[in-house]
């Protein structure tokens, strides 16, 4: 036996510190330091293949890391929200979806009984009745190669075109569009007072409906007939900063009839404070997504559900580029909600989200 060992000296292995300076049984872990954040959960590889769907696309981005896995969290969850009968849905929509061909992806979506609310602006539900009675959008470009940027947008002003980015839009459909109102829409809602900014919706949707298969109008009738078949509201609650709310400002002028701005928050309150869950599908920001998060701050309850899909940065301040993580801290989310942003176009983002949410659900 050693001097040291006759002296009682243990020669196992010493204790070490680890990266936060405090002790710890380097045998215990293998020469690591202790860790209360890593997890052992390897990121593994994407696979695709021809035949797959939607849905095994999506469940293979959650073996990858970055942006894959933020869209594989954001499907589950909009999944999840889709597939709880006891949800109530609220969608907010934002951006040039309708222009950009997202129609009938959202009109589906009411109609086979995915959403309960729609919050979204008047551009939206403008280029949504201006295909509803006829009128189309074009393939575009952002320029012409051989003109300048300024010499490419002048060209398309004289010849009566509109440009949403790489989409035209003639300017005679604004023409319809007014025709449309004028004839169809706002004289059911004249006399009655105050309307609510959901009755005229209602009443376009109607009539959208109505001309469409009178017509016999090849494009299908769209979101706001969607709605208003379903029994779906919609809510517009910046209404006055579109071409709807130019006509029916100059409708106003020259007719009993108005719009009441507050009209709509009981009843949308109302909805929010009745359902057992809440969740929201968030597309862009702007108007709509506060008008929808912010209706869970005068019910006592908050969204149990939250999907957004932006491409605003947070680092702005913004409301459109604000986590929703920031809209917890507000009471908007409640504090175990389950909620995923995904960061990109929404025109690439959103079929490929509902696409592998009503894939699992159906």
């Known amino acids: 036996m050693s001097d040291d060992h006759e002296a009682g000296v243990d020669d196992s292995e010493p204790d070490v510190d680890d990266a936060d300076g405090h002790e710890t049984d380097a045998g215990d872990h293998d020469g690591h330091p202790h860790r209360e954040e890593f997890d052992d959960d390897p990121v593994g590889h994407a696979r ?45 929509l934002a951006g040039a979806m309708v222009p950009a061909g997202m129609r009938g992806i959202v009109s589906e979506l009411i109609y086979d009984g995915y959403v309960d609310a729609l919050v979204t ?3 939206n539900l403008t280029h949504d009745a201006i295909e509803a009675i006829g009128g189309k959008h074009h393939h575009g470009r952002t320029h012409d190669p051989e ?11 004289e010849e009566g075109v509109d440009r949403i980015y790489n989409v035209y839009l003639p300017q005679e459909h604004f ?20 309307v609510s900014i959901a009755d005229l919706c209602a009443e376009l949707g109607r009539a959208n409906a109505e001309v469409n298969e009178r017509e016999g109008i090849a494009e299908e009738a769209g979101v706001a007939a969607a ?21 029916a400002w ?21 909805l929010a404070f009745d359902a057992d869950d809440a969740g929201c599908l968030l597309v862009g920001g702007g108007v709509p997504k506060n008008f929808t998060l912010q209706t869970m701050l005068v019910t006592p309850r908050a969204y149990d559900y939250a999907v957004q899909v932006t491409m605003d940065p947070e680092a702005t301040g913004g409301l459109s580029g604000a986590t929703l993580e920031e809209a917890r801290s507000w009471g908007k989310l409640e504090t175990d909600a389950r909620n995923a942003s995904v960061y990109g176009d929404a025109t690439v983002m959103l079929p490929l989200l509902v696409a592998a949410a009503r894939e699992r659900v159906e």
């Open 175 to 194: 023409a319809e569009f007014e025709g449309h109102l004028r004839e169809e829409v706002f004289p059911a809602l004249e006399g009655e007072g105050a």
């Open 147 to 157: 003109k300048t940027l300024r010499e490419h947008d002048e060209g398309l002003r």
């Open 121 to 123: 602006t008047g551009a």
């Open 250 to 270: 100059m409708y106003a002028q020259t007719a009993d009839f108005t719009l009441d701005a507050l009209a709509d928050m009981t009843e949308l309150t109302d």
């Open 227 to 247: 709605a208003y078949q379903a029994d779906v509201p919609v809510y517009c609650p910046a209404v006055q900063d579109s071409v709807l709310g130019l006509q």
């Open 48 to 92: 695709v293949g021809a035949g797959m769907t939607v849905g095994e696309l999506l469940e293979t981005y959650g073996e990858a890391g970055i942006g894959a896995a933020d869209v594989h969290e954001a499907g589950d969850v909009l999944a999840e929200m889709f597939g709880n009968d006891d949800c109530t849905v609220f969608l907010s």
